[in-house]
Protein backbone atom coordinates (compact mmCIF):
# COMPACT_ATOMS: atom_id res chain seq x y z
CA UNK A 1 0.00 0.00 0.00
CA UNK A 2 1.42 3.25 -1.09
CA UNK A 3 2.12 5.10 2.01
CA UNK A 4 -0.12 8.69 0.89
CA UNK A 5 -3.29 6.00 0.41
CA UNK A 6 -2.19 4.34 4.06
CA UNK A 7 -2.01 7.78 5.79
CA UNK A 8 -5.18 9.18 4.29
CA UNK A 9 -7.04 5.75 5.00
CA UNK A 10 -6.04 6.66 8.68
CA UNK A 11 -8.25 9.79 9.00
CA UNK A 12 -7.62 13.34 8.07
CA UNK A 13 -3.58 13.75 8.09
CA UNK A 14 -2.55 16.84 8.87
CA UNK A 15 0.08 18.90 6.33
CA UNK A 16 2.66 17.64 8.94
CA UNK A 17 2.21 14.50 8.49
CA UNK A 18 1.60 14.75 4.99
CA UNK A 19 5.04 16.63 4.34
CA UNK A 20 6.75 13.35 5.96
CA UNK A 21 6.32 11.96 2.76
CA UNK A 22 6.77 14.49 0.33
CA UNK A 23 10.57 15.46 -1.49
CA UNK A 24 11.20 18.89 -1.18
CA UNK A 25 10.90 19.66 -4.97
CA UNK A 26 7.29 17.76 -5.27
CA UNK A 27 5.01 18.88 -8.33
CA UNK A 28 1.65 18.26 -8.04
CA UNK A 29 -1.24 18.69 -11.23
CA UNK A 30 -4.56 18.94 -10.64
CA UNK A 31 -7.54 19.65 -12.58
CA UNK A 32 -8.55 22.31 -10.18
CA UNK A 33 -5.64 24.52 -10.87
CA UNK A 34 -4.51 26.35 -14.33
CA UNK A 35 -0.65 25.32 -13.23
CA UNK A 36 1.21 22.99 -11.65
CA UNK A 37 1.97 23.86 -7.65
CA UNK A 38 5.86 22.98 -6.63
CA UNK A 39 7.37 22.30 -3.44
CA UNK A 40 6.76 20.60 -0.07
CA UNK A 41 4.87 23.22 1.97
CA UNK A 42 2.16 23.93 -0.21
CA UNK A 43 1.53 20.53 -1.50
CA UNK A 44 1.31 19.33 2.19
CA UNK A 45 -1.47 21.83 2.93
CA UNK A 46 -3.40 21.14 -0.43
CA UNK A 47 -3.23 17.29 0.40
CA UNK A 48 -4.54 18.16 3.66
CA UNK A 49 -6.78 20.51 3.39
CA UNK A 50 -8.25 17.88 0.27
CA UNK A 51 -8.48 15.22 2.78
CA UNK A 52 -10.70 17.38 5.06
CA UNK A 53 -12.61 18.71 1.88
CA UNK A 54 -14.02 15.53 0.08
CA UNK A 55 -16.16 13.55 1.40
CA UNK A 56 -16.03 9.83 2.31
CA UNK A 57 -15.08 7.37 0.27
CA UNK A 58 -12.70 4.75 -0.68
CA UNK A 59 -9.41 3.72 -2.53
CA UNK A 60 -10.53 0.81 -4.78
CA UNK A 61 -7.65 -0.21 -6.54
CA UNK A 62 -3.92 0.08 -6.51
CA UNK A 63 -1.22 -0.99 -8.53
CA UNK A 64 2.33 -0.38 -8.77
CA UNK A 65 3.10 0.91 -12.81
CA UNK A 66 6.63 0.19 -12.08
CA UNK A 67 9.25 0.43 -9.61
CA UNK A 68 8.55 3.99 -8.66
CA UNK A 69 4.74 4.45 -10.30
CA UNK A 70 1.69 3.96 -8.26
CA UNK A 71 -1.91 4.26 -9.66
CA UNK A 72 -4.56 4.59 -7.31
CA UNK A 73 -8.42 5.11 -7.81
CA UNK A 74 -10.66 6.46 -5.28
CA UNK A 75 -14.48 6.49 -5.26
CA UNK A 76 -16.34 8.76 -2.76
CA UNK A 77 -18.58 11.71 -2.29
CA UNK A 78 -19.04 15.34 -2.58
CA UNK A 79 -21.41 17.06 -0.72
CA UNK A 80 -23.36 13.77 -0.94
CA UNK A 81 -22.58 13.11 -4.77
CA UNK A 82 -20.60 10.76 -6.27
CA UNK A 83 -16.77 11.39 -7.02
CA UNK A 84 -13.68 10.05 -8.31
CA UNK A 85 -10.03 10.40 -8.30
CA UNK A 86 -7.43 8.53 -10.32
CA UNK A 87 -4.43 9.39 -9.55
CA UNK A 88 -0.67 8.67 -10.31
CA UNK A 89 1.92 8.93 -7.86
CA UNK A 90 5.79 8.94 -8.73
CA UNK A 91 8.55 8.35 -5.78
CA UNK A 92 12.17 8.90 -6.28
CA UNK A 93 14.61 6.64 -4.90
CA UNK A 94 14.12 7.79 -0.81
CA UNK A 95 10.39 6.59 -1.57
CA UNK A 96 9.34 10.10 -1.22
CA UNK A 97 6.92 11.38 -3.62
CA UNK A 98 8.12 13.77 -6.56
CA UNK A 99 5.12 13.91 -9.08
CA UNK A 100 1.43 13.30 -8.13
CA UNK A 101 -0.95 13.79 -11.12
CA UNK A 102 -4.64 13.58 -10.44
CA UNK A 103 -8.23 13.35 -12.43
CA UNK A 104 -11.19 13.85 -10.74
CA UNK A 105 -15.04 13.41 -12.06
CA UNK A 106 -17.99 14.33 -12.57
CA UNK A 107 -17.90 17.53 -13.44
CA UNK A 108 -20.39 18.73 -11.16
CA UNK A 109 -19.06 17.01 -8.02
CA UNK A 110 -15.68 18.44 -9.13
CA UNK A 111 -16.40 22.13 -9.66
CA UNK A 112 -18.51 21.65 -5.90
CA UNK A 113 -14.66 20.62 -4.81
CA UNK A 114 -13.03 22.98 -6.56
CA UNK A 115 -15.44 25.78 -4.87
CA UNK A 116 -14.79 24.72 -1.53
CA UNK A 117 -10.60 24.33 -1.94
CA UNK A 118 -10.79 27.88 -3.33
CA UNK A 119 -12.75 29.03 -0.01
CA UNK A 120 -10.28 27.47 2.24
CA UNK A 121 -7.15 27.98 -0.01
CA UNK A 122 -7.34 30.95 -1.72
CA UNK A 123 -5.32 33.34 0.59
CA UNK A 124 -2.88 30.15 0.68
CA UNK A 125 -1.81 30.15 -2.92
CA UNK A 126 -0.82 32.46 -5.36
CA UNK A 127 -4.12 33.76 -7.45
CA UNK A 128 -2.42 32.82 -11.06
CA UNK A 129 -2.88 29.19 -10.13
CA UNK A 130 -7.01 29.39 -10.02
CA UNK A 131 -7.82 30.94 -12.82
CA UNK A 132 -6.40 32.37 -16.33
CA UNK A 133 -4.91 35.48 -16.85
CA UNK A 134 -7.98 38.02 -18.18
CA UNK A 135 -6.75 40.14 -21.43
Known amino acids: MHPLRKLRESGKPTAAQISELLAENIVFNSPILVRSIEGREVCAAIFAQSSATRGSGTYTAEFKVDERTTFLRW ?9 ESLEVIVDNEQGLIVERTIALRPYPAL ?3 RDAMYASLKDKLPPDVWDYPTP
Open 75 to 83: VGTMDGHKF
Open 111 to 113: KLF
